[in-house]
Every structure is written in C-alpha cells, then in structure tokens.
C-alpha cells in the first residue's frame, strides 16, 4: 500500500523558516513527480513546489510564483524521501501543507495520484 507521511509542520514566526519532509513508501517512487500542494481554509489547494527526473537521471524542479526564491524542494532517492525548506515565511504561507505523487508527468494540477494526510504550517507573531 502507497503510504505518504508528511512531517515538520508548526507554528513559526514571519521571516522564520521551516522544513517539511514526506516519507514514502509501498513501491519506488524513483520514476514519480513528487509534489507539495497547500490549502489555506477557505481556498482551494494550490501547487507550492514538484520535482522530477528524467531517464538521464537530471533532476527537474518547480515552483510556484508565490514561493520562488523562498522555497526549496529536494529528493533522496535512496531514502523514498522529499523535502521542501521554506525560508522567508510569511502569514499568507499559512496553511495545510500535502506532499503528493503522481506517475503520468503532473506537475502543478491538483491531480496526483496520491497523498500525504498533510501538515499544518502556521506563520504568526
């Protein structure tokens, strides 16, 4: 069974940093579009980050405009593992955060395949 757990959400200050990690598990991902999305109450969910390999094993990422040079995805293959380091935060960052998975090249439509049960990030003083 596909298993997404995200971790390292809470309560930060404005211009604090935080970094969220998904462990996945259940099959290799290696192949996969990782992604983060998040849902502030009220809104729809938004793409916040993805990234991808290609077959000559280069590594593709992508941002959403909101979160360029602020945020920073990553992945440990060996480790089924995807990071995203947020720096700069600020309160409209607030929001339910999901790491995602998708094997059919979906970057940024909520689409995926599968999903984290999310963590919650909150940018407060």
């Known amino acids: 069974q596909v298993q997404l757990v995200e971790s390292g959400g809470g309560l930060v200050q404005p211009g604090g940093s935080l970094r969220l990690s998904c462990a996945a598990s259940?099959?290799?991902?290696?192949?996969?579009?990782m992604g983060w999305f998040r849902q502030a109450p009220g809104k729809e969910r938004e793409f916040v980050a993805a990234?991808?390999?290609?077959?000559?094993?280069?590594?593709?990422?992508y941002y959403a405009d909101s979160v360029k040079g602020r945020f920073t995805i990553s992945r440990d293959k060996a480790k089924n593992t995807v990071d995203l380091q947020m720096n700069s935060l600020q309160p409209e960052d607030t929001a339910v955060y999901y790491c995602?998975?998708?094997?059919?090249?979906?970057?940024?439509?909520?689409?995926?395949?599968?999903w984290g049960q999310g963590t919650q990030v909150t940018v407060s003083s």
């Open positions: 259940g099959r290799t991902f290696s192949s996969y579009v």
């Open positions: 990234i991808r390999w290609s077959r000559d094993s280069i590594y593709y990422v």
């Open positions: 995602s998975a998708n094997a059919r090249g979906i970057i940024s439509t909520p689409s995926y395949d599968y």
